[in-house]
C-alpha cells in the first residue's frame, strides 16, 4: 500500500513512516519544509502528484500554551483545523482513506468517568483543544473513510516530550513539583505507530481512543520516570524528590488543562485491533532507547 505521511520530523510521524517501511508499505513522508499543509494548492499537488491509497495526518500544532498568544491563535487555527480540511479535500478527491490524530483535549476534563469514543460533549478548555476539534468536524464532514484517533500525554525518540524533560530538569534540580490531580494515561509513539498502520490496513473505519494502558497522574509519572532510570543505572537521579501539587498550586501554564483524561478505548477491543502495552512497560523499553 501507498502511504503519505504529514510531519514526520514530529515524534509520532517519525515512528508511522519507519512501522510503514518495516511492514513493505510504500512510505511517502512529509513535514512543513516540504509540504505546509496551510498551503491548499501545494498540498493538492503533492497529493495528486503522489496518489497515495491512505494518508496518515500527523502534522498539528502541539505547543499548547504557544497556542493561547494572541498572535499565534490564527497560525494554530490554519494548521490543525484549516490544513486538515485541505488534506480532507484531497483525500476525498483521490478516494483514499484518511486516519487523522487527536486529542483528550477536545473533552473538557470534568469528573472521573472514562471518556467514551461516541462523547459528544465536546468542550475543549483551550486554542489547542477547540483547534483540534475543529480538524474533527472537518473530517466527519468531508469524508466516509476516515479514522479519528485520539491520543493522550504523547513521548517518542524524535522530540520533546515529558520524560525528557524531567530527566533534564532533574540533573539540576534534586526537588521537583509535579500536578497529581490531573489524571490520564501516556502514549509511547512506538507503539501507536503500529496499532496505526493496523488500522490503515483495515477498513473499520471511526473514531478510536489509544492510549498506553493503565492511568496515572503527572506526579506519579514522574515518580516512575526516576524510579526506572535508576533502576538502570543513573543513580545521579537517586536523591532526586518529586512533590505532589495541584494545578492551582503550580499555576504557571496560559493554556487550561484537563483534570480527567480518561479515555474508554473499548472500541479497539471490539473491532478486534491489539490494544498498547502499559504505560510502565512502555517507559522502561523508551529508557532503554533513549541517551540520557
Known sequence: ???????????????????????????????????????????????????????IHCAAWTNVDGAEDEENIEKVRNVNA?????????????????????????????????????????????????????????????????????????????????????????????????????IGSPTYTFDLARLLVDMVESEKYGVYHATNEGICSWYDFAKEIFSEAIELGHIEYSDVVVNPVSTLEYGLSKAKRPYNSRMSKDKLTEQGFERLPSWQDALRRYLKEIEF
Not at 503519505?4 to 512529509?30: C, F, M, P, S, W
Not at 491548499?40 to 503533492?46: A, K, L, N, T, Y
Not at 479519528?148 to 534540580?173: D, E, P, Q, S, Y
Open 82 to 182: 484549516l490544513g486538515t480540511e485541505y488534506i480532507a479535500k484531497c483525500t476525498k478527491e483521490i478516494d483514499a482513506k484518511m486516519i487523522y490524530i487527536s486529542t483528550d483535549y477536545v473533552f473538557s476534563g470534568e469528573g472521573e468517568d472514562f471518556l467514551k469514543e461516541d462523547c459528544q460533549n465536546f468542550a475543549p478548555l483551550n486554542v489547542y483543544g477547540q483547534t483540534k476539534y475543529e480538524g474533527e468536524c472537518a473530517v466527519k464532514r468531508i469524508l466516509d473513510k476516515y479514522f479519528i484517533v485520539r491520543i493522550a500525554w504523547v513521548f517518542g525518540k524524535n522530540g520533546h516530550n515529558f520524560i525528557k524533560t524531567m530527566l533534564n530538569v532533574g540533573k539540576k534540580h534534586k526537588s521537583l513539583k509535579v500536578v497529581n490531580d490531573q
Open 1 to 55: 500500500m501507498k502511504v503519505l505521511v504529514t510531519g514526520i520530523k514530529g515524534q509520532l510521524g517519525y515512528d508511522v513512516l519507519n512501522e510503514l517501511k518495516k511492514r513493505g508499505h510504500i512510505a511517502l513522508g512529509y513535514d512543513v519544509d516540504e509540504m505546509d499543509i496551510t498551503n491548499e494548492s501545494q498540498v493538492r499537488e503533492i497529493i495528486k502528484k503522489d496518489m497515495p491509497e491512505a494518508i
